[in-house]
């Protein structure tokens, strides 16, 4: 079974740091690009970042988190990771691991999720 | 950044009926164009790719059409499990934009 899970998500105050983590198993993590996704309570979704199979060089992220954030893969581990700096009161949210699909970059499998809360 | 808008925010709609809801971008996406659904308390799920195709899984109900700026997802018979909001997201250029989200609710 294709399985996602996230962890490292919790309270933080303004301005700290957290990594969250995504462990992956059910299929060959190295061959496939993967996402961050985020949801603030009571809104809709937000695109956060992705990287590619092999990783390095090729990473994206959005303007709200660029700078901030560094997404990166184990791919010996199956993990996918977000490191989070300067974090803010905005960024409060479940933060999603997806898989991107076979052949473009719509997400056909998702985690359940772990809950990050920046407190001032 | 391509933004994505969805209409409606809410539609009200009862058991049984069709559902149309229409997702339009900022700029032409091509068909790069997934839908996915959302219940409470759930992960998002993907419905529809590519514009058009669906998911493994997915009923033949669930339809998506369009290309370039306008795109539609309709819910041909409304079954009590598909209460629920559906989100709309290009992938065509970074970054991946969705749209706000429309919830279906039941009337």
């Known amino acids: 079974e294709v399985q996602l899970v996230e962890s490292g998500g919790g309270l933080v105050q303004f301005g700290g740091s957290l990594r969250l983590s995504c462990a992956a198993s059910?299929?060959?993590?190295?061959?496939?690009?993967m996402t961050w996704v985020r949801q603030a309570p009571g809104k809709g979704l937000e695109w956060v970042s992705g990287i590619g199979e092999s990783g390095s060089g090729n990473t994206h992220y959005a303007d709200s988190v660029r700078g901030r954030f560094t997404i990166s893969r184990d791919n010996s581990k199956s993990t996918l990771y977000l490191q989070m700096n300067s974090l803010r009161a905005e960024d409060t949210a479940v933060y999603y691991c997806?898989?991107?699909?076979?052949?473009?970059?719509?997400?056909?499998?998702w985690g359940k999720g772990t809950t990050v809360t920046v407190s001032s | 950044e391509i933004v994505m808008t969805q209409s409606p925010a809410t539609l009200s709609v009862s058991p049984g009926e069709r559902a149309t809801l229409s997702c339009r971008a900022s700029?032409?996406?091509?068909?790069?164009l997934a839908w996915y659904q959302q219940k409470p308390g759930q992960a998002p799920r993907l419905l529809i790719s590519g514009a058009s195709t669906r998911a493994t899984g997915i009923p033949a109900r669930f339809s998506g059409s369009g290309s370039g700026t306008e795109f539609t997802l309709t819910i041909s018979s409304l079954q009590s499990e598909d209460f629920a909001v559906y989100s709309c997201q290009q992938y065509d250029d970074w970054p991946h934009t969705f749209g706000g989200g429309t919830k279906v609710e039941i009337k």
């Open positions: 700029q032409s996406v091509s068909s790069n």
């Open positions: 997806a898989k991107k699909g076979d052949y473009y970059w719509y997400m056909d499998v």
């Open positions: 059910g299929f060959t993590f190295s061959s496939y690009a």
